[in-house]
């Protein structure tokens, strides 16, 4: 059998097999880093992204007088959800609501701070709350209910009355309130920016003022620079109590929701309450309270979410954790009231009172010829008192067979 002969086959040197795996491995490297630097460049738009939304809607708020604090949205998903809802101006949903932030507790945040207006020790203190540029407001107080000669009780019967204020853009109008108070010494002043949407800030400061300046007070009444305040009528529904401690009165509302149009100047956006009907609380026109109420509100409020709604806020939400219970008290009332001697005189507190119309109620309840009968009573205020479908800025539930109590 012949022989096949083989002939030595030609192996490629190692230099070329290196060559080879060289090129291939380049090729894999690139591709890789270039899928790595693609990957990292959509990481970093996607975060981009993220941030923006919260940025953007932080810009558009005021700035608050002792500053805004961010706290961001937890996840993509929320931040699209919120980014659709529109945002209350100053209180973002990226806004803090924490209210340590803001009050600061520990420490002194009064501008002005009337040092006599606790000494002697009042039985009523009746702090109105007003704004920088209402002079004229605060000058017919003065002189009509607040005045000295109404004031006047016997000596365990004191009753002082001082205007509560933040500050304002304009300097000169901070100038004129420095001399303001210069002249009647019953103005407190404090560090933060004086607009509608920060009132829950200044009924705050007045929990710390008032605990801090004035804890043995006995009563402490809140109520606004458009208020006729009948003091005397006041007064006496106070001394008819048959216990102080736990006060919390006023006009009592119940069932009522929140806004949810963006365009109402009493808009409640979700984040800021997610609930379907507000607690009971009392309208922020005029409420009182005794001053273990105040302490226990002020302390609930620091551990509350900030609500830009104050009365909600105040003897609604913090009023439910401090599990306090506001009372409603005919005699107050959150409507105008007639010009009715008999009507003003069994009255506590009128609402949409502007200067003129605080003369005329000051010089019409001093009549001495009239004769009132149990009849003569505000029917106007009676029929709209809670039982509105929509009165001032929430929307109020058909009653149900339960009392509002």
Same mark, same amino acid.
């Given at each position: 059998?012949?022989?096949?002969?083989?002939?030595?086959?030609?192996?490629?040197?190692?230099?070329?097999?290196?060559?080879?795996?060289?090129?291939?491995?380049?090729?894999?490297?690139?591709?890789?880093?270039?899928?790595?630097?693609?990957?990292?460049? &959509?990481?970093?738009?996607?975060?981009?992204?993220?941030?923006?939304?919260?940025?953007?809607?932080?810009?558009?708020?005021?700035?608050?007088?002792?500053?805004?604090?961010?706290?961001?949205?937890?996840?993509?998903?929320?931040?699209?959800?919120?980014?659709?809802?529109?945002?209350?101006?100053?209180?973002?949903?990226?806004?803090?609501?924490?209210?340590?932030?803001?009050?600061?507790?520990?420490?002194?945040?009064?501008?002005?701070?009337?040092?006599?207006?606790?000494?002697?020790?009042?039985?009523?203190?009746?702090?109105?709350?007003?704004?920088?540029?209402?002079?004229?407001?605060?000058?017919?107080?003065?002189?009509?209910?607040?005045?000295?000669?109404?004031?006047?009780?016997?000596?365990?019967?004191?009753?002082?009355?001082?205007?509560?204020?933040?500050?304002?853009?304009?300097?000169?109008?901070?100038?004129?309130?420095?001399?303001?108070?210069?002249?009647?010494?019953?103005?407190?002043?404090?560090?933060?920016?004086?607009?509608?949407?920060?009132?829950?800030?200044?009924?705050?400061?007045?929990?710390?003022?008032?605990?801090?300046? &004035?804890?043995?007070?006995?009563?402490?009444?809140?109520?606004?620079?458009?208020?006729?305040?009948?003091?005397?009528?006041?007064?006496?529904?106070?001394?008819?109590?048959?216990?102080?401690?736990?006060?919390?009165?006023?006009?009592?509302?119940?069932?009522?929701?929140?806004?949810?149009?963006?365009?109402?100047?009493?808009?409640?956006?979700?984040?800021?309450?997610?609930?379907?009907?507000?607690?009971?609380?009392?309208?922020?026109?005029?409420?009182?309270?005794?001053?273990?109420?105040?302490?226990?509100?002020?302390?609930?409020?620091?551990?509350?979410?900030?609500?830009?709604?104050?009365?909600?806020?105040?003897?609604?939400?913090?009023?439910?954790?401090?599990?306090?219970?506001?009372?409603?008290?005919?005699?107050?009332?959150?409507?105008?009231?007639?010009?009715?001697? &008999?009507?003003?005189?069994?009255?506590?507190?009128?609402?949409?009172?502007?200067?003129?119309?605080?003369?005329?109620?000051?010089?019409?309840?001093?009549?001495?010829?009239?004769?009132?009968?149990?009849?003569?009573?505000?029917?106007?205020?009676?029929?709209?008192?809670?039982?509105?479908?929509?009165?001032?800025?929430?929307?109020?539930?058909?009653?149900?067979?339960?009392? &509002?109590?």
């Amino acid at each position: 059998m012949e022989r096949i002969r083989l002939l030595p086959m030609e192996l490629p040197s190692a230099t070329s097999i290196n060559n080879g795996n060289n090129t291939s491995n380049s090729n894999n490297r690139g591709r890789t880093s270039f899928i790595r630097r693609l990957g990292l460049g &959509c990481i970093v738009l996607a975060a981009l992204g993220l941030l923006y939304v919260p940025a953007y809607h932080s810009a558009q708020g005021p700035a608050f007088g002792i500053g805004e604090t961010s706290s961001p949205a937890g996840s993509s998903g929320d931040s699209h959800f919120l980014a659709s809802v529109a945002q209350l101006p100053g209180w973002t949903f990226n806004t803090s609501r924490n209210l340590h932030l803001y009050i600061h507790p520990e420490n002194n945040t009064s501008i002005l701070s009337p040092n006599e207006l606790c000494t002697p020790l009042p039985y009523l203190l009746i702090i109105v709350c007003s704004a920088v540029a209402n002079e004229r407001a605060r000058s017919a107080i003065r002189n009509t209910w607040a005045s000295e000669e109404n004031l006047h009780y016997d000596a365990e019967t004191n009753i002082k009355v001082a205007f509560l204020l933040g500050q304002s853009d304009n300097d000169t109008l901070n100038a004129s309130i420095m001399e303001e108070n210069y002249e009647y010494g019953d103005i407190i002043q404090e560090k933060f920016h004086d607009t509608y949407n920060n009132l829950t800030l200044k009924s705050v400061m007045m929990l710390k003022w008032v605990t801090t300046n &004035c804890p043995h007070a006995t009563y402490l009444m809140k109520t606004d620079d458009d208020m006729y305040i009948n003091v005397e009528g006041l007064v006496k529904a106070l001394k008819l109590r048959p216990h102080i401690k736990g006060s919390l009165i006023g006009s009592l509302i119940c069932n009522a929701r929140p806004i949810s149009d963006p365009k109402n100047k009493w808009y409640t956006p979700k984040y800021m309450f997610s609930e379907k009907i507000y607690p009971n609380y009392l309208s922020g026109t005029g409420y009182v309270m005794s001053l273990d109420v105040a302490s226990k509100l002020y302390h609930a409020a620091l551990e509350t979410p900030l609500l830009h709604l104050e009365d909600v806020y105040i003897t609604g939400l913090c009023a439910r954790n401090a599990k306090l219970r506001p009372i409603n008290h005919p005699g107050f009332s959150y409507v105008p009231r007639k010009l009715d001697y &008999c009507v003003l005189k069994s009255a506590i507190t009128a609402h949409k009172v502007n200067s003129s119309v605080m003369y005329s109620i000051w010089n019409k309840l001093k009549e001495t010829n009239v004769t009132c009968t149990t009849a003569s009573t505000d029917k106007k205020a009676v029929k709209l008192n809670r039982r509105g479908r929509n009165v001032g800025y929430y929307l109020v539930k058909k009653r149900s067979n339960s009392r &509002c109590t």
